[in-house]
């Protein structure tokens, strides 16, 4: 199985910061490696997808990148409604794993 | 508007079974694959089972092989989870999802989410 870390595993910020979240996996997934964002009681949200790839309707101050086993999230102007759970995902082999999540909260 | 609804979930015993549904609109359901993802209370995400667009083809997370049966019905537009033995480990909110691209096969991002259902297993 591949497994994926990621770090920091919670960070405090302030609106209008810019974030950068990076995940590592144990294998290379090339460039399968999507990055969702979770809310309690929400449905996740698809934000990346193909390591740099911008989902349909997302913001565009969200953005992808890395190869081989490196990979980061960047949000590069904080917004309100962007504190939640950020998860990076390998979708090139089964298993499919998830990274354990990136908490950003309010500073 | 593409959609995904989840639905029967609940509080089970544990050696339990429950089946859970889904059911998709909007799309072209057959032209996706499927997938169920967990989320356990205060834990990260799991995925836990997949199945291709013509139902051919299904695939499971080692933690539910065997007790788990993922299956779809392409004329109700509806692909399910079928649970039993089901332990205190499984208490998770489950999610379904839909493939991003419409490949047919599961290998490709998780484009579309449901809000999930709660399954509790406790006795």
């Known amino acids: 199985d591949i497994q994926m870390t990621q770090s920091p595993s919670s960070l405090s910020a302030s609106v209008g910061d810019r974030v950068t979240i990076t995940c590592r996996a144990s294998q290379s997934p090339y460039n399968n490696l999507n990055w969702y964002q979770l809310k309690p009681g929400k449905a996740p949200k698809l934000l990346i997808y193909a390591a740099s790839s911008l989902h349909t309707g997302v913001p565009s101050r969200f953005s992808g990148s890395g190869s081989g086993t490196y990979f980061t999230l960047t949000i590069s102007s904080l917004q309100p409604e962007d504190f939640a759970t950020y998860y990076c995902q390998q979708s090139y082999t089964l298993p499919f794993t998830f990274g354990p999540g990136t908490k950003v909260d309010v500073k | 508007e593409v959609q995904v609804v989840e639905s029967g979930g609940g509080l089970v015993q544990p050696g339990g079974s429950l089946r859970l549904s889904c059911a998709a609109s909007g799309f072209t359901f057959s032209s996706y694959a499927m997938s169920w993802v967990r989320q356990a209370p205060g834990k990260g995400l799991e995925w836990v089972s997949a199945?291709?667009?013509?139902?051919?083809?299904?695939y499971y997370a080692d933690s539910v092989k065997g007790r788990f049966t993922i299956s779809r019905d392409n004329s109700k537009t509806t692909f399910y989870l079928q649970m039993n033995s089901l332990e205190a480990e499984d208490t998770a909110v489950y999610y379904c999802?839909?493939?991003?691209?419409?490949?047919?096969?599961?290998?490709?991002?998780?484009?579309?989410w449901g809000q999930g259902t709660m399954v509790t297993v406790s006795s």
């Open positions: 999802a839909r493939d991003r691209g419409g490949g047919g096969q599961p290998y490709d991002a998780f484009g579309v």
């Open positions: 199945i291709t667009g013509n139902g051919g083809d299904t």
